[in-house]
């Protein structure tokens, strides 16, 4: 019966087979299935076993699968070589964290750090103290990219559509679009990026230029104005960059730029100007501001005269600047129509300006137009003290000569069907971008669409390829800073999922012999060697080691005079003929204006999933995950709205839905919309509100004619700090200088009542005696600190409700107070962490003991003790303490396991947690003491906050060393303690704030000197 | 035993109903007990267990996730929790000083109430002493609050009142059991001699500890339960001393004040009696004891919850006065803020309830309505619910650094809990009302006048 069954069998299959199929795609025969199946072995060489095949090579091919399947439960191996530690290597300590010279950029930002890296994971980012730009602080984005990278949700697979791929099969895409594009000479090909500031990455984008001429490379960067050199700027034309000298400028005009915080340079900026800020006994010592703003910035918070103006009243303001300073040849007389306040913040500031010729300095904001940076540009000349301007690019031999065109070049011709393939390199057009719906629907006519990046985004959604980028602490790279420095940026460790750089990417699509980012960036340099940048019997690998560790470029950047007379030689515009500029006339006040601004802690978006920058509170509103329409309390009023209340903003037929906030210090009829926010795809839910639905080109970043309706619900707003007025309190001391100068606030100082405890006094222990001191006066509310801490300290998200509920982990907060009118207030910024009180109101409370004192004068928490009573916390008066009311902290997701601290306990439940001052690093340099025999020095120990901060307004050291950096802060007539009528005896003491108003009579008297 | 003398019935309402004969004593009381489930009770206990319940899934929900499902955040630490923790022990002093104080000040009309508000005071602290557990963040490691001799050799750190609590508590609790228990003997004994089957017999007689009623019982009994009695004294005003210490210890204005004690005290004492008089009314009409609990006895606890309300007025008088006298601004602005300030209707009701209301009592009519006192008894208790809210919660939302400043409400497990501890009260309530006989036949038979008197 047997037989005939087989048979049958046999024919039938002959006839029909059946269709076994491995899975639903093969079934549906998709040809990207096919592709897929045949490449998945196609970086191990070929698909199938060559020729015939015999006995022994099916056992060796047995005997080799068997042996490699236990592998294939493991990741990819790394291509690259590594070498197991044979032999421990000389220097690396388990325990003891390495330091490798890195730098990051980020818009037109380049900061130079330091990379913490504990047995190969990199866990805290640091700026470096020898790079230019850094100073050995960090922008609050720096802080956040070690979280960005661990992120789980990073791009982690090549994707062919929607389906997983493999870099093999995207390098025979490569190999297929380099033909095409030799056929036609790139014609058709585009290159869309972010700004470059990399060298070896501009050359790479020059040689894809070079071999296929028809290409073109477009730039694009969201947070950016885009300013055309027609606007008639001097030294604007990318990328050349301006750099002034802050701590020459006695007298500085802030025209709406946020120059402390968030330009190119600011870190360097606000250590300059932090310099002039503390008065050190001569009037002249400290510098004076003046900001005209639409909202309250960091900057502007620091001004000693602040002017709330409309963003699109500051060219007449600057105009009215200009003719005030008598520079107008054309029109003196023209009015302007400027309300009494600005008129009179004008009168003061020329006035100010014209006494200090030389030594004053007028700065326009980024997001203005021309026409303002043209009047600066002027006025500044005109006074003797034009930034020091540095085209970068000049710098560098190779590369500098490419020149990117925009993206609105690119949407036109995609539009018009010019484009046939278009690569992106990590930047997100199709969000952020004016019209952005125009970007998707010019995409969608290209033919081939790849983008490469750190997260699959919006724009990569549209795109045929998603090519996983690595992160910079995963690749070899270069950057330049804002004024010419150059550093090697060098990985510290391999990419988690086996992302690419973007130089290797592109190397791909170049074919080139260098495939790897590290062999591409060394040749780089070793080119620039070669052509004379070492000069002449340097040894380049010297050099390249030199460079490395120091994580800067030495050579003579600053005295190129080569590069200065260039720069000086450039049209200046101040000829006599063409020295008309037509001075603009005031808009009306009454149309209600919308500015579009960068999220102070979002920036363009790209760093939705970043928990730390999501929950970093705004530093005026304290805002945290989202943003709101910000307006003034008088428009508020006019409209009927109170804070969290919904409206509905519209503009040439787009509406968003958004809750508003008030804003002290705000422009009237002026609302501020912060971009960044409301990303649809960042991996977790949308977080606030996308405005950019109502930007198109040319009003990208301020328009007029919107409307706003008050929607009639409310919409949850996580507040950190949701009382903003000082109730009387002697919590921020702030003096005008003549005050502060004044023999009577010394005096007052001593007039202490003296205070008793029930207590016996502690005895003074032997040994260093910790204390920190925080000027007021240099601290410009930046955050860095807030962040810095939640990096070293392992501190949890909580995400937006928690925040809401008060529940924020934060252990150095930032307390933001207005004060006086609120049209006009004062601002002030007070980062409270623990005060490490010597009578601390937390330690008797604790039923167990929970919170102890050290001798070392450190009010310690001890998290294995405490059982949760919440006590400490209720009493105490600072409240810095924090409660891990939930698990915060995330056990489970795996990568993020790498970002921790391994020096401080993750904490679990249950447990209260606070500022320790970093006693992790205490203890580290304390045994490094013990080890070495070497005593502790003044500044060995830098807590987290204080080495991040730009101004250096965090001082930490020995108290009981009467020399210390911190006695000797504490010794000044500034310093005080907060609610020091408690008696609790903070560790942590305060710096008066100054402000430098000036004197009104001397003003006076002195106006009529004041014209140039 | 009480030592009872017999005053003139004239002069005042008695004690006891006119026609009470000793018989009815025992017959009616342990009738409670004896007769069939009334289905009354069984819908009464059965709702009250649907409220324990709900205090099980609350307490499981907070075990699995955490303190986070309950609304305290910083500066608002404590929260309900807190509250609850003061609210029900302040409950349970009525029960210890009824038991203790008035038998030392010979007010013989606590009898009849002494036992069922020794149950309550029990009942009260139990629910109370949940609270402080509940509301660690590591509930799990509760025991480190006691001085046990850990193999770490680490002591709890004893200069905190939450440390004393501990003790307090703990001390109130025990002391409570002990008193209620040794009150309830002879009438253990009487239910055993009344009881019919085998099976109850050996209930009640283990419970009576072998109680035979005889002379030298009757005198070691009397002793030992004077000196419960002196015993328990001392902690109506301790527990609730030290539970305020918790908060006059600690520097937040509005908790730092030497006033605490004292006014705590009262404001115990004053939500007890306005508990028994929320609880007694309804068992006094279903259960039909108006003979025992008369109209004197309802006088006299509104009169006390009148005095005690005077005194309660008077600490938040005292408060309000020392903030303005003393120059502190932070003292002014907590006073001005419980007022003017976002919380401000918690000021408004606890004026109303705890000042206002107890006035009513001036009037003799007031006093002995029963509709005028049980609402007055709601409104006594609500109000002093919300003056340990106004405490707790309010004092600490706005402190010292308003850059810190927060606000606070209670989410749904907060109210769970709470009602959920309604339940527990009231199911075990129930149940003592079942099982126990709720009035102390022993001491309510040396009331009854004596029968020669009677046939005179």
Request: hydrophobic share 40%; glycine share 8%.
């Amino acid at each position: 019966m047997g037989k005939p069954v087989l048979v049958q069998i046999g024919n039938s299959t002959a006839r029909q087979a059946p269709r076994y199929w491995r899975t639903l795609a093969e079934y549906q025969n998709q040809e990207s299935f096919a592709e897929q199946s045949s490449a998945e072995f196609a970086h191990a060489g070929s698909d199938s076993i060559p020729g015939p095949v015999s006995r022994r090579t099916v056992l060796s091919y047995l005997a080799a699968s068997a042996g490699l399947a236990g592998l294939s439960a493991c990741t990819a191996l790394p291509e690259r070589e590594i070498v197991p530690f044979v032999q421990q290597p000389e220097f690396l300590v388990p325990g003891r964290p390495r330091h490798y010279a890195t730098a990051m950029q980020l818009g037109d930002r380049v900061d130079g750090l330091l990379a913490e890296t504990h047995l190969g994971r990199p866990t805290k980012l640091e700026g470096n103290p020898s790079h230019p730009a850094s100073l050995g602080a960090t922008s609050i984005f720096a802080q956040a990219e070690i979280l960005t990278l661990w992120d789980p949700y990073r791009a982690a697979t090549v994707r062919r559509g929607r389906n997983t791929s493999t870099w093999g099969a995207f390098a025979e895409e490569a190999g297929r679009i380099r033909e095409s594009l030799q056929r036609d000479s790139g014609r058709g090909f585009r290159l869309l990026t972010g700004a470059i500031r990399s060298p070896s990455m501009r050359a790479s984008i020059g040689e894809i230029l070079r071999q296929f001429p028809e290409a073109r490379w477009h730039t694009f960067e969201a947070a950016h104005r885009e300013l055309p050199p027609a606007a008639g700027t001097s030294f604007h034309p990318h990328p050349m960059q301006p750099v002034y000298r802050i701590a020459d400028a006695d007298v500085i005009v802030s025209l709406d730029a946020d120059f402390l915080h968030g330009i190119a340079g600011s870190i360097a900026y606000a250590r300059e100007f932090a310099s002039r800020r503390r008065p050190s006994g001569e009037q002249s010592s400290m510098n004076r501001l003046y900001v005209a703003e639409p909202t309250p910035s960091v900057t502007g918070s620091c001004a000693d005269h602040r002017l709330a103006a409309r963003c699109d009243a500051i060219p007449s303001i600057a105009g009215a600047l200009y003719e005030e300073l008598g520079l107008s040849s054309t029109t003196p007389e023209v009015a302007l129509d400027l309300d009494a306040a600005a008129r009179e913040w004008v009168r003061r500031a020329a006035a100010d300006l014209g006494r200090n010729r030389g030594r004053s300095l007028v700065i326009p904001g980024a997001f203005q137009p021309g026409l303002v940076h043209q009047l600066a540009d002027r006025m500044n000349r005109a006074l003797g003290s034009e930034p020091h301007a540095v085209p970068w690019t000049d710098l560098v031999h190779e590369g500098g000569s490419v020149e990117s065109a925009t993206l609105r070049g690119l949407i036109d011709d995609m539009e018009a069907g010019a484009v046939h393939t278009l690569l992106i390199l990590d930047t997100n057009p199709a969000y952020s971008a004016p019209d952005a719906m125009r970007v998707t629907h010019a995409m969608e006519k290209v033919a081939l669409r790849l983008h490469a990046g750190l997260y699959e985004t919006e724009t990569s959604r549209l795109c045929h390829w998603n090519l996983p980028m690595a992160h910079f602490l995963e690749s070899w790279g270069d950057l330049c800073a804002y004024d010419g420095t150059c550093s090697i940026v060098q990985p510290t460790i391999r990419p988690l999922n086996g992302q690419k750089p973007a130089l290797e990417i592109l190397a791909m699509l170049l074919g080139s012999l260098l495939t790897t980012d590290g062999e591409i960036v060394r040749a780089y340099w070793q080119r620039e060697a070669a052509n004379g940048l070492l000069g002449e019997g340097a040894n380049f690998e010297e050099f390249w080691r030199r460079s490395l560790r120091d994580g800067v470029i030495r050579r003579g950047i600053q005295g190129n005079s080569e590069v200065d007379a260039r720069f000086k030689n450039l049209p200046s515009g101040t000829s006599a003929a063409e020295g008309r500029i037509a001075l603009p006339r005031k808009p009306s006040e009454s149309e209600l204006e919308l500015v579009f601004r960068p999220d102070p802690t979002m920036y363009d978006g790209r760093y939705t999933n970043n928990g730390w920058l999501q929950e970093l509170p705004n530093p005026i509103t304290s805002l945290t995950w989202g943003n709101a329409a910000i307006l003034s309390a008088g428009t508020a009023r006019r409209l009927g709205l109170e804070n969290g209340d919904a409206v509905e903003i519209g503009l040439g037929g787009k509406q968003i839905e958004i809750p508003v906030w008030i804003v002290p210090g705000h422009a009237e009829n002026s609302i501020v919309l912060h971009l960044g926010n409301g990303r649809e795809r960042a991996g977790g839910e949308r977080v606030g509100v996308d405005v950019n639905p109502l930007r198109s080109w040319g009003t990208e970043w301020n328009t007029r004619g919107a409307t706003i309706r008050k929607l009639g619900y409310q919409l949850p707003l996580a507040i950190r700090q949701q009382h903003q007025n000082m109730e009387n309190r002697d919590l921020i001391r702030s003096w005008t200088l003549d005050e502060a100068l004044s023999k009577e606030k010394t005096a007052s100082a001593a007039l202490k009542p003296e205070l008793l405890s029930l207590y016996p006094e502690r005895p003074i222990h032997e040994g260093p005696q910790w204390g920190m001191s925080i000027d007021l006066s240099a601290c410009i509310g930046c955050g860095a600190c807030t962040i810095a801490c939640q990096a070293e300290n392992n501190i949890s998200v909580v995400g937006a409700e928690e925040v809401r509920r008060g529940r924020i982990m934060h252990w150095i907060r930032l307390d933001t107070y207005f004060e006086g009118d609120p049209a006009a207030p004062g601002i002030y910024h007070q980062p409270v962490p623990c005060m490490q009180c010597e009578n601390a109101p937390c330690e008797v409370v604790c039923p167990v003991g929970a919170t102890a004192h050290s001798e070392e004068g450190l009010n310690q928490m001890v998290y294995n003790r405490c059982v949760g009573t919440r006590y400490c916390s209720n009493n105490c008066p600072y409240k810095v303490r924090r409660f891990n009311f939930f698990q915060y902290a995330d056990y489970e997701t795996s990568s993020l396991k790498g970002q921790r601290n391994p020096d401080v306990s993750v904490r679990s439940r249950g447990v209260m947690e606070k500022c320790t001052y970093c006693v992790q690093r205490i203890e580290a340099a304390k045994i490094r003491s013990k080890v070495s025999g070497e005593p502790l020095t003044d500044g060995q120990i830098v807590t987290a906050c204080q080495q991040v901060c730009p101004t250096q307004a965090i001082v930490f050291g020995n108290i009981a060393d009467p020399g210390s950096k911190v006695s000797q802060a504490k010794a000044g007539a500034r310093n005080y303690t907060l609610l020091e009528e408690l008696n609790t005896r903070p560790r942590t003491s305060y710096l008066a704030c100054i402000r430098n108003p000036g004197d009104t009579l001397a003003d006076a008297r002195n106006a009529k000197e004041g014209s140039v | 035993m009480p030592v009872l003398r017999q005053l003139d019935p004239l002069e005042r309402p008695s004690v006891i109903g006119e026609n009470v004969r000793y018989d009815d004593v025992n017959l009616r009381i342990a009738g409670i007990v004896t007769a069939p489930t009334p289905k009354g009770w069984l819908i009464g206990f059965g709702v009250a267990f649907l409220f324990v319940m709900l205090f099980m899934a609350a307490v499981t929900y907070l075990f699995a996730r955490g303190i986070g499902i309950w609304g305290v955040n910083v500066p608002v630490a404590w929260g309900f929790a807190i509250v609850n923790f003061v609210w029900w022990i302040g409950i349970g002093h009525a029960g210890t000083l009824i038991s203790a104080i008035l038998l030392l000040l010979h007010q013989e009309w606590r009898t009849s109430i002494n036992r069922f508000t020794e149950a309550m005071t029990l009942f009260a602290v139990a629910c109370a002493g949940v609270f402080p557990i509940l509301h660690l963040g590591r509930p799990w490691f509760f025991y480190w609050l006691f001085p046990y001799p850990s193999e770490m050799q680490i002591w709890p750190q004893f200069r905190s009142p939450l440390m004393w609590d501990v003790f307090a508590v703990s001390t109130y609790g025990t002391v409570s059991l002990l008193f209620w228990y040794v009150g309830l003997i002879p009438d253990f004994a009487t239910m055993r001699d009344l009881a019919r089957t085998r099976g109850k017999q050996m209930l009640w007689g283990v419970l009576a500890l072998g109680w035979r009623g005889s002379a030298h019982h009757w005198k070691q009994y009397q002793m030992a339960y004077l000196l419960l009695a002196g015993l328990a004294t001392p902690l109506v005003v301790s527990v609730h001393s030290i539970v305020s210490l918790d908060f006059s210890v600690g520097i937040v204005p509005g908790w730092h004040s030497t006033i605490f004690p004292p006014y705590f005290v009262a404001g115990a004492i004053f939500s007890g009696f306005a508990m028994v008089v929320t609880l007694i009314l309804p068992i006094r009409h279903f259960y039909h004891l108006e003979d025992f609990i008369t109209i004197r006895h309802l006088d006299n606890m509104a009169k006390i919850l009148l005095v005690t309300g005077l005194i309660v007025g008077y600490g938040y008088l005292m408060e309000t006065f020392i903030a303005w006298y003393s120059g502190n601004i932070f003292e002014r602005f907590m006073v001005l803020n419980r007022i003017l300030g976002p919380y401000w209707w918690v000021w408004a009701l606890v004026v109303i309830c705890n000042v206002m209301t107890p006035q009513v009592f001036w009037s003799k009519r007031m006093r002995v309505n029963l509709p005028v006192l049980f609402a007055a008894s709601l409104a006594i208790n609500v109000g002093m619910w919300v003056e340990r809210y106004m405490i707790v919660v309010v004092s600490l939302h706005r402190d010292f650094m308003p850059g810190a400043w927060g606000m606070y409400s209670g989410t749904i497990w907060d109210w769970s809990t709470l009602l959920g501890t309604f339940g527990l009260f009231l199911a075990l309530l129930f149940l003592f009302i079942r099982g126990v006989p709720m009035l102390s036949m022993a001491e309510l038979r040396e009331l009854v006048p004596s029968p020669r008197k009677e046939r005179k």
